[in-house]
């Protein structure tokens, strides 16, 4: 299993660009990554997912280096609908016998 | 295109009883996941199905059970209930690629069942 460390908080203010980093020291060959936001009460949502260097959709961009043992979701001008936990989940989520591992997640708190 | 339903949303149980929480997922998806999420352990993976069978367990003891039915609705069941069972359960569902169950990669999750036991 992938063990992931991420932030527990972040502050930002709204417009500025904010970025996230997981770690993943253990993350294995057939392991994608994958980014979920998540507001109280509700279930996660999927944000981006990669397997290396970048990844953009219309809401992110997520970075990963070449040894892919962390990577970084970058949140580009954040607004305070913005402030949620974000999970990185490392695994081989493609595969049909997968174990998951999720963050311990990173409150994002977005400022007026 | 309805979203992962999960009922009911809200139950409160006592120690000792035992519960069972239903899925249904997004239409033509086939695999459907479990997680448990408390805010000392997170988000715990419980299990997964696919066609109608449990292809992967996370750690959780054997009160904690499920299946998945033919037309891929899921339940799960609890029994004899603990306090530390207390937790929002999520159902998450996701699209295979054709008959080897690899999955695209991309969970789509309900709101949850929030149980509480007392």
């Known amino acids: 299993l992938a063990k992931t460390t991420q932030p527990i908080s972040m502050d930002s203010y709204e417009g500025q660009e904010v970025n996230i980093t997981c770690s993943h020291n253990n993350i294995a060959t057939n392991d994608y990554i994958t980014w979920y936001q998540q507001f109280p009460s509700q279930g996660p949502r999927f944000i981006i997912q990669?397997?290396?260097t970048k990844v953009t959709n219309e809401v992110a961009s997520l970075f990963i280096p070449a040894d892919r043992k962390s990577s970084t979701l970058s949140l580009p001008r954040v607004s305070l609908s913005d402030t949620a936990v974000y999970y990185c989940l490392v695994g081989d989520i493609r595969g049909s016998a997968r174990q998951l591992t999720f963050g311990s997640g990173t409150q994002l708190t977005v400022l007026p | 295109k309805a979203g992962v339903t999960q009922t009911p949303r809200y139950l409160i149980k006592t120690r000792g009883q035992q519960v069972t929480l239903s899925c249904s997922p997004i239409?033509?998806?086939?695999?459907v996941s479990w997680y448990q999420q408390t805010p000392g352990q997170g988000l715990q993976f419980l299990f997964e199905y696919f066609s109608e069978t449990q292809r992967n367990k996370g750690n959780f003891p054997g009160r904690f059970s499920g299946r998945q039915f033919s037309n891929s609705r899921s339940e799960m069941n609890v029994s004899t209930l603990e306090l530390g069972d207390s937790a929002l359960y999520l159902c998450a569902s996701s699209l295979v690629f054709g008959e080897s169950g690899k999955n695209t990669g991309e969970l789509f999750f309900g709101e949850g069942s929030r149980l509480t036991v007392l």
């Open positions: 990669g397997y290396k």
């Open positions: 239409s033509g998806h086939r695999s």
